[in-house]
């Protein structure tokens, strides 16, 4: 389900759907995005694909706010999309939780 809500901010996922200390994968506005719920309630999207190899980040280890790609280890942060471990860095999303429950990013 994805709802515009204005302009750029789409309603994506129910929080619920996300276990803390874990991450899915859905699609706004045809593109892929990864959307996180660290296990201190913060919740961070960013591109789905690790620009190393393409692996799925949603699948990978989230700690804080550290995302360690499930292919090859390669580590992000996910306020900045800077890498920590690696060369390439990754997009991020402003992401917020809305009074209904669901996931909200600006694309």
Known sequence: M????ERGAYRTIRLADVPPGEGRQVVVE??????F???????YATQAQCPH????LADG????????CPLHAWKFNLETGEPILGTCTIET????VDDAG???VRL
């Open 37 to 43: 719920r660290s296990r201190n309630g913060r919740v």
């Open 2 to 5: 994805n709802t515009t809500l």
């Open 61 to 68: 280890l989230l700690g804080g706010s550290t995302i360690i």
């Open 93 to 96: 999303y402003d992401a917020s």
């Open 53 to 56: 190899r393409a692996g799925p």
């Open 102 to 104: 669901y996931v909200v």
């Open 30 to 35: 045809g593109r892929e995005v990864a959307i």
